[in-house]
């Protein structure tokens, strides 16, 4: 008899384990609708013996923007990774990620059957990046890409509404002349206008969450304002929740209603915007705010951090 390699075996069990789990503690209690869309409590992430997130907890409401702000290597994209089951199998994750189903099911993320997250994936928790070449495909033209985003979720959908909704999804982002760009080729685009058509590709589904991490670093500030314009647009008239995460407490204002302060893998401190920023409860907060330019920066006195580090 032929052996089964011991990794799918492993996996196999995993997953079987993880099913009977879900069935236990799916829910579905009209007398007890959350108001959250998303609840992570004591989320921990370890690689190889290493804690990167160290037990931390937010909720993030329907139509919500929480901001999660923090240094590079404070644990942000092992988050946002962790919440669509995304990291590699050797990290450590424990915890609880509690999802908002469309029937009032809550759903526990970490035991969710594989399958069960692949649907969530893309359709009601979507996901945009720093590089937008990373989620674009270089020799597809972009119509095409959008397109696939929707088939991916929505197969049966007919070809000439497929199109509309293509269209539709370019109109939404601002791309221009939409009937001529979507025979073309991500090369063909700018930095800002690739951003666009990753936002098109992760609102096609019309997802419930999107994870936005770090996704206006690379472009210009002019570039990157307008992208978070478009950002703030689609989540009013989507009624969209967002985790808007950046290393830049300054961009995190600009769209989140809520921001968590995270440093050394810890949330350090919650708040609204207007709290953080004018009453900041902790040192790093107010270092970060501190390192923050603004109108009012003074152009001959260095900024803290470069004060800080000595640079
Ligand atoms: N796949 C991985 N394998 C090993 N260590 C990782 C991995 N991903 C992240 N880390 C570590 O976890 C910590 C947090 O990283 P990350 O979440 O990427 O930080 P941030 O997004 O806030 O810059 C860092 O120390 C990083 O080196
Ligand atoms: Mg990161």
Redo the contacts with the bound molecule.
Sequence with gaps: MAKLPVDSVRTAFREIVRAIRYARRVSVDPQNVASSLLAVKDLRIA??GQE?VRGISFDIAPGETLGLV?E????????SLALLRL??P??AISGCIQFLRVDGAVEELLSLPEEAMRRHRGQSIAMIFQEPMTALNPVMKVGRQIAEALLAHAPRTPRAQVRERVLAAMREVALPDPERRMEDYPHQFSGGQRQRIVIAMALICKPRLLIADECTTALDVTVQAQILELLKTLKREHNLSMLFISHDLAVVAQVADRVAV?RHGEIVEQGSVVQVLTRPQHDYTRNLLASAPTMHTLRDRPLATMVRSGV
């Design positions: 690689f190889s990167a923090g590079s290597g404070s644990g942000k994209s092992a988050t990291l590699p050797s990290a995270m």
